[in-house]
């Protein structure tokens, strides 16, 4: 959510930012805030006048009685009571005004970096760079579901019987080696200096309102019916939502986190649910690195979150590329997003595994998350979050590229201590 300051000051910037987001029909909003904010502040000020002429008349009423004026204090009286009613009515008005007021505000997309390429979807997305050689073998690479079958690893069909589609059962050595790399995910960030945490799983809707727009909370969250509690789609929401109402002292920060958690997701729109496949599911689980900090600090932990994601991977031989999103793939709330793609050998394409995110103090003006300086002033912290690692989507990527033309999976030096030592899975032929 934007400062309303700006939209007063400079309307223009915030209309040209929802042009670049290809978000028209929202213009209107700009022009339909700067007018609520106007009656507002009248209203707050004749609201004030009342108070104090109140005030003002309360005070003499004392005075009359004390002079043996009861007629005219009696008058004073009246009129006091009629302020009152009067003053009622504007502070309803106040109220109305602020809802309607913030209520677009939640609407208009936050202020993109001028770095962020102008592009309408995903398709104008920009490479970045590459890193690893990406190879394609000499032999067939069958699809993932295909290898897990084939290992005894997952069971799609009786998942559906269950749940439906979007879920499914891993066991054996693929469900061993899914907990491995989240194991091996979350060592890996408390290595490099993030605290771990399991956060809780549901959240109330006032942190679901802060830490995502409308738009995104219709199309994944999932609610509990007949409770204020919603199922997280990924813990940065729980972990963002963790500093609600704080004022947090700068000499803390920056808060550097790493958090695992189940995730639920609707998957609602264009991409829809998998009939056969684990890419796009319902449940899934995630090894997320968020960072509270001074605004001044956020660009330089936006590049360090998105290169530990690299790292982590090529740590396992996935070659892996970053993408730069344009500004109509950005979430509202997003002011720079950057994917980290991994390579698949059978498809010969990369496809997303991750995503790193600085949305400003956007949710940290929603939520009123603030830092307070050595001299006692306030002002608002940034937020940043990243995704380390999130199977099983990320075991489509491992299998491909650590399969083995005999049909065993490597297992990279790395996650041997989390599988028991094992240097393959899977039996020749």
Same mark, same amino acid.
């Given at each position: 959510?934007?400062d309303?300051?700006?939209?007063r000051?400079n ?8 042009r ?8 209107s909003? #700009?022009d339909?805030?700067i007018?609520?904010?106007?009656e507002?502040r009248e209203?707050?000020?004749?609201a004030d006048?009342?108070r104090?002429?109140?005030k003002t008349?309360?005070?003499q009423?004392?005075?009359?009685m004390?002079?043996g004026q009861?007629?005219?204090?009696e008058?004073?009286k009246?009129?006091?009571a009629?302020l009152?009613?009067?003053l009622?009515a504007l502070?309803k008005?106040e109220e109305?005004?602020?809802a309607?007021?913030?209520?677009r505000?939640?609407v208009?997309?936050?202020?993109? +970096?001028?770095?962020v ?7 104008e997305n920009?490479?970045?760079q590459r890193?690893?050689e990406p190879?394609?073998p000499?032999w067939e690479?069958?699809y993932?579901? +295909?290898?897990?079958e084939r290992?005894n690893g997952?069971d799609?069909?009786?998942?559906r019987?269950?749940?439906g589609?979007?879920f499914?059962?891993l066991?054996g050595d693929?469900a061993?080696?899914?907990?491995a790399?989240l ?8 290595d490099?200096?993030f605290t771990y945490?399991?956060p ?12 995502m ?12 019916e007949g ?6 789609g990924?813990?940065?929401?729980s ?8 004022i947090l002292?700068?000499d ?7 958090s ?5 997701r609707?998957?609602?729109g ?5 009939e056969r496949?684990?890419y796009?599911?319902?449940q ?5 690195m968020i960072?509270?900090c ?7 932990w936006?590049d360090r ?8 991977f ?9 993408l730069e ?5 950005l979430?509202d709330?997003?002011?720079k997003s950057v994917d980290?793609e991994?390579w698949?050998?059978?498809q010969q394409?990369y ?5 790193c ?6 949710q ?15 002002y ?8 380390? #690692?999130a199977p099983?989507r990320m ?5 491909e ?5 005999d ?6 030096e790395v ?12 039996? #020749?032929?």
């Amino acid at each position: 959510m934007l400062d309303i300051n700006l939209i007063r000051t400079n309307p223009d910037l915030v209309r040209e930012n929802i042009r670049k987001k290809f978000q028209d029909a929202k213009l209107s909003l #700009v022009d339909e805030v700067i007018a609520l904010d106007k009656e507002n502040r009248e209203t707050m000020q004749k609201a004030d006048g009342l108070r104090n002429q109140r005030k003002t008349l309360s005070k003499q009423i004392g005075g009359l009685m004390a002079k043996g004026q009861k007629e005219e204090a009696e008058n004073t009286k009246k009129q006091v009571a009629a302020l009152a009613d009067e003053l009622e009515a504007l502070e309803k008005r106040e109220e109305e005004l602020q809802a309607e007021i913030r209520r677009r505000m939640l609407v208009i997309p936050n202020i993109i +970096d001028p770095s962020v390429p102008i592009g309408k979807d995903d398709s104008e997305n920009v490479e970045v760079q590459r890193f690893g050689e990406p190879k394609v073998p000499d032999w067939e690479i069958p699809y993932h579901v +295909d290898i897990m079958e084939r290992l005894n690893g997952i069971d799609l069909d009786s998942a559906r019987k269950t749940s439906g589609n979007g879920f499914y059962y891993l066991m054996g050595d693929i469900a061993r080696l899914h907990s491995a790399i989240l194991s091996y995910g979350r060592d890996f960030m408390i290595d490099r200096g993030f605290t771990y945490v399991i956060p809780p799983y549901m959240i109330h809707g006032n942190v679901v309102s802060g830490v995502m727009s409308f738009a995104e909370m219709e199309g994944m969250m999932y609610k509990i019916e007949g409770e204020d509690l919603y199922l997280i789609g990924t813990s940065e929401h729980s972990m963002i939502g963790k500093f609600i109402d704080s004022i947090l002292d700068e000499d803390t920060l920056p808060r550097t986190l790493t958090s695992y958690s189940p995730c639920f997701r609707k998957e609602v729109g264009a991409h829809g649910i998998e009939e056969r496949g684990v890419y796009r599911i319902h449940q899934f689980e995630k090894q997320e690195m968020i960072v509270v900090c001074k605004p001044e600090d956020s660009p330089m932990w936006f590049d360090r979150l998105w290169q530990n994601t690299v790292d982590f991977f090529r740590s396992m031989d996935i070659p892996v590329r970053t993408l730069e999103c344009c500004s109509g793939d950005l979430a509202d709330l997003k002011v720079k997003s950057v994917d980290v793609e991994a390579w698949s050998p059978r498809q010969q394409k990369y496809f997303e595994v991750g995503s790193c995110s600085n949305l400003g103090d956007a949710q940290a003006r929603r939520l009123q998350i603030r830092v307070r300086d050595k001299d006692g002033r306030k002002y608002l912290a940034h937020t940043l979050n990243n995704t380390c #690692v999130a199977p099983p989507r990320m075991l489509i990527a491992f299998l491909e590229n650590n399969l083995l033309p005999d049909g065993r999976v490597r297992i990279p030096e790395v996650l041997r201590p989390y599988m028991g030592g094992k240097e393959f899975i899977g039996q #020749v032929g």
